[in-house]
């Protein structure tokens, strides 16, 4: 039965007036009914309830597949007839259910990472035994999916040949020594701009070589060698300590030596300018008492070179005896005065 029939008028609706006016609410079991004959007219006959669950199976399909949802740590690639169309962020998203559009999922939250051991030949013709370890996270989905076949494998070997090309442009000893560092960071760098120049959507996290040695064939030779630059190292760390405990002190010593040595300088020079005033002074004494002052320098150098001994010292035969005061420099135990005999300085004054 048409919902509307020719020549009555008016519009009819099935849902709303049960097909006749103003009457009471529509009954579901004719329109159950009415949905189940159309059914029946559209599969032939007997095949209703085919049609209602082959129908039924495709709106669930529908729905299932046109909702998708994202988490936090994927992005969503759409392809429409298989051409990139769009990216679905996290969430709930809404697309064309299968075979209009399709899409791929891509972990763009977690880290990756990639192993390998290479043997490679150094600068200075040594061979070396590298395994390194590469993590990286994809940035780009679009770049990830489209831009390399297969970008894990890509990875690995633009990774490899950027390893390879470091150590061969470095010496066993740089590559084996603390300097690994700047050797890991340069890879990093080369690798990254390889990546970027093939699109590959990927950013490198950590670039680390964890184990560099040399081949099992020459490791014993090796370990020598290794051990005897431990020991020059060793030597040379404790030559270093020695010098900066040695020279400070032989610094010190120098300064010493220079204030004694002025001192001594300063001493001396007052010392002779001293005497200088001194001899000036007797001349000067000379000059007005000839006799007197010879006599009493005559008696003064006596007294200074004879005036530690107890001895007896005769000049004169006899003659003439003087009695001088005990000097206070006489040796331990010794006493009594120190008498000099001495012949009377000629006046003439020889």
């Known amino acids: 039965m048409a919902w509307n029939e020719p020549g009555s008028g008016k519009q009819r609706d099935p849902w709303r007036d049960n097909g006749g006016g103003n009457g009471p609410s529509p009954d579901f079991d004719a329109i159950a009914r009415r949905v ?19 129908v039924g199976i495709l709106i669930a399909w529908l729905a299932f597949d046109s909702v998708v949802r994202m988490p936090a740590n994927e992005a969503g690639v759409v392809l429409r007839f298989g051409q990139f169309s769009r990216l679905l962020t996290p969430g709930i998203n809404l697309k064309f259910p299968r075979p209009i559009e399709s899409m791929i999922r891509v972990d763009v939250g977690g880290v990756r990472q990639t192993n390998d051991q290479v043997r490679m030949l150094t600068k200075d013709e040594n061979i070396v035994l590298v395994d390194f370890n590469v993590q990286y996270q994809v940035t780009d989905p679009q770049q990830f999916v489209f831009g390399v076949r297969d970008p894990d494998a890509t990875l690995g070997q633009a990774a490899e ?24 960071a340069e890879a990093k760098k080369l690798l990254q701009s390889t990546l970027d120049q093939y699109k590959t959507g990927i950013a490198l996290t950590e670039l680390n070589f964890q184990n560099v040695r040399p081949p099992q064939e020459v490791k014993d030779a090796f370990d020598d060698a290794n051990r005897a630059l431990q020991d020059k190292q060793k030597i040379e760390e404790e030559a270093k300590a020695y010098a900066s405990q040695v020279v400070p002190e032989a610094r010190g010593d120098a300064a010493s030596t220079r204030a004694e040595a002025a001192g001594y300088k300063s001493e001396r020079i007052a010392r002779a300018e001293g005497d200088a005033q001194r001899f000036n002074l007797v001349e000067t004494q000379y000059k007005a008492a000839p006799e007197v ?21 005769d000049f004169s035969s006899g003659k003439n005896i003087l009695s001088l005061p005990q000097a206070p420099g006489l040796a331990p135990g010794v ?11 000629n006046k003439g004054g020889r």
């Open 36 to 54: 189940r004959d159309f059914l029946n007219r559209l599969f032939g006959g007997g095949g209703g309830g085919i049609g209602v669950a082959v």
């Open 161 to 184: 040949s950027a390893v390879r090309t470091v150590v061969g442009g470095s010496d066993m000893d740089t590559i084996l020594s603390g300097q690994r560092t700047e050797l890991m």
């Open 293 to 313: 002052t010879r006599k009493r320098l005559y008696l003064e150098t006596l007294q200074q070179v004879v005036g530690h001994t107890p001895k007896i010292i």
């Open 335 to 345: 006493t009594g005065t120190t008498t000099v005999v001495a012949p009377e300085p």
